[in-house]
């Protein structure tokens, strides 16, 4: 498990984000990273550890209102070491995402990538996505475009938020497998893993599904798609009643719902370190 969340609001970008991070670490974290979009370059910060470590980085950045993406990692696919750590990006830099979840056949994306002259700083999944959409974003007319096409292609579970660096103004997001919690404040949208890291900011939230992908633009404007494209009509709910009661959902008590939830969380924990083919547990940390 691992978090991601995405804002694109009026509101101190870094600050929502750190403390969206912080809320979201007790998922898990290796590393933890931050990508800030606008006003020229993208500004990225990554580092091993916990969240305060890369607080510590970014607070020295004077970030107003924005776009950005950010990750806890709980590495599957690669060490913990600082090229891992998400967000990643493209070679040509074109495309930034973060990513929750396992790419099952990287291997065979990463070989055509390869073919097609691409080479890789790491050896994350994730990074090897972020090529597949930049490759894909040269001949699409839209990021959704180059994104459905990625889709097509990949196989696996992801939560994920990918920003194209020619247009800073837009998040897209997909979700097959991974939590992904939409939330509309009033200062923008937030997106994130955990019901949590949004509470603090709206109440108006949205769960997406499976096989779903969000558009998040500037002035709260949004849009829900299926992985067709085709727009959804999705109503915001709003949650009116404490956190505790949002994560207890219908059971009475917490450990009742804990124990239902084992089959879930186990299976989550070792997602991307077991393989079921081969019988083969491969700890990505350790080789
Ligand atoms: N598979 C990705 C990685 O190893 C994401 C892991 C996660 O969900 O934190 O970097």
Redesign the pocket.
């Known amino acids: 498990?691992?978090g991601i969340i995405a804002y694109n609001g009026t509101k101190k970008v870094d600050s929502v984000l750190l403390n969206a991070l912080k809320a979201m670490e007790y998922r898990?974290y290796d590393s933890a990273g931050v990508a800030v979009f606008g006003g020229g370059n993208p500004v990225l910060h990554r580092a091993l550890g916990e969240v305060n470590n890369l607080s510590e980085q970014v607070l020295q950045e004077s970030f107003t209102s924005g776009v950005g993406i950010g990750?806890?990692?709980?590495?599957?696919?690669?060490g913990v070491s600082l090229d891992?750590t998400?967000p990643h990006y493209s070679q040509d830099e074109s495309v930034y995402l973060v990513?929750?979840?396992?790419?099952e056949n990287f291997t065979e994306i990463k070989s055509f990538l390869e073919k097609e002259g691409v080479s890789f700083y790491g050896q994350?999944?994730?990074e090897i996505l972020a090529n597949l959409v930049a490759y894909h974003l040269k001949k699409e007319d839209s990021l959704v475009s180059a994104l459905k096409k990625t889709l097509k292609e990949a196989r696996g579970a992801y939560g994920l938020a990918v920003v194209e660096v020619a247009n800073p103004n837009e998040i897209v997001v997909a979700k097959n497998g991974?939590p992904i919690i939409l939330g509309v404040a009033d200062h923008g949208l937030i997106l994130a893993s955990d019901v949590n890291a949004i509470i603090p900011y709206t109440r108006d939230i949205l769960y997406m599904q499976d096989g779903e992908m969000a558009i998040l633009r500037e002035n709260n404007d949004y849009q829900i798609l299926n992985f067709q494209g085709d727009a959804k009509d999705r109503p915001l709910e709003h949650v009116d009643h404490d956190i505790g009661m949002v994560e207890k959902g219908d059971f009475e008590y917490f450990m009742l719902k804990e124990i239902y939830e084992q089959p879930a969380v186990i299976y989550n924990t070792a997602r991307?370190r077991i393989n079921y083919d081969t019988g083969e547990v491969k700890l990505?940390g350790l080789e």
Request: hydrophobic letters at 20%.
């Open positions: 498990m691992c898990g990750h806890t990692r709980w590495a599957t696919h690669g891992n998400h990513h929750n979840g396992i790419i994350t999944d994730t991974s991307g990505g």
